[in-house]
């Protein structure tokens, strides 16, 4: 599969195909990925630092892109505040 810069390619209201990731269907794609896959071991007992920073991070992004893939406009201040409206 051909990579394009700035595009994700998946499942949208075209059909499976390149999204810019100035769209919104760029972000539902990308927020359909990051809900399936969480980094490290969740388990209590190999809960390092490490571990739980990048649950932290990947948490965060996946907050940031939920937030754009609801977005009315492109704009992550209104994105954030179209997020806690829904």
């Given amino acids: 599969?051909?990579?394009?810069?700035?595009?994700?390619?998946g499942p949208g209201p075209h059909g499976i195909g390149y999204?810019?990731?100035?769209?919104?269907?760029?972000?539902v794609i990308l927020y359909s990925r990051l809900?399936?896959?969480r980094p490290g071991n969740i388990c209590c007992c190999?809960?390092?630092n490490d571990?739980?920073?990048?649950?932290?991070?990947?948490?965060d992004v996946e907050s940031i892109v939920y937030n754009r893939s609801v977005a009315s406009?492109?704009?992550?201040f209104q994105a954030a505040k179209d997020a806690i409206a829904k």
Avoid: F, G, Q, V
């Fill in 35 to 37: 809900t399936k896959e």
């Fill in 46 to 48: 190999t809960n390092t």
């Fill in 51 to 59: 571990i739980r920073d990048a649950i932290s991070e990947h948490d």
């Fill in 73 to 76: 406009k492109p704009d992550d």
């Fill in 1 to 9: 599969l051909e990579k394009k810069k700035d595009y994700i390619h």
């Fill in 19 to 27: 999204y810019h990731l100035l769209t919104r269907n760029a972000y």
